[in-house]
């Protein structure tokens, strides 16, 4: 079973930065992805940034530019790194492995009602 714990999160100003991590174990392949998802108040989950199976990596256009997506080399440890943080940025942060049958490889994570979810980290990005 995969058990995924996220950490890093807390208050910044604008303009600030924070450096999420999240820590995966358990049965996750050389064939999952994984990734970064957020949702804030009132609003839909969102993707913020994807590491696919190959390495890939592609991110949302609300963070293309100012956040980072990285990963160890174990492939245990994944991170987000937020600069130029906005207010607009303030959300639970979420990090998931996608696997197969639901994930198929490449840049498509169509199906993350099916992923393996940790419980989140809150940023909140004060003006």
């Known amino acids: 079973q995969v058990r995924i714990v996220e950490s890093g999160g807390g208050s910044v100003e604008a303009g600030g930065s924070l450096r999420l991590s999240c820590v995966v174990s358990g049965l996750v392949s050389e064939r999952c992805g994984m990734g970064w998802w957020r949702k804030a108040p009132g609003k839909e989950r969102e993707m913020v940034a994807t590491i696919s199976s190959d390495g890939t990596i592609s991110y949302s256009d609300a963070v293309r530019g100012r956040f980072t997506i990285s990963q160890d080399s174990a492939k245990t440890t994944l991170y987000l790194q937020g600069n130029s943080l906005k207010t607009e940025d303030t959300a639970e942060y979420y990090c998931?492995?996608?696997?197969?049958?639901?994930?198929?490889?490449?840049?498509?994570?169509?199906?993350?009602?099916?992923?393996?979810w940790g419980r989140g980290t809150q940023v909140t990005v004060s003006s």
């Open positions: 998931a492995a996608a696997c197969p049958p639901y994930y198929r490889g490449g840049v498509s994570f169509n199906n993350p009602q099916f992923y393996d």
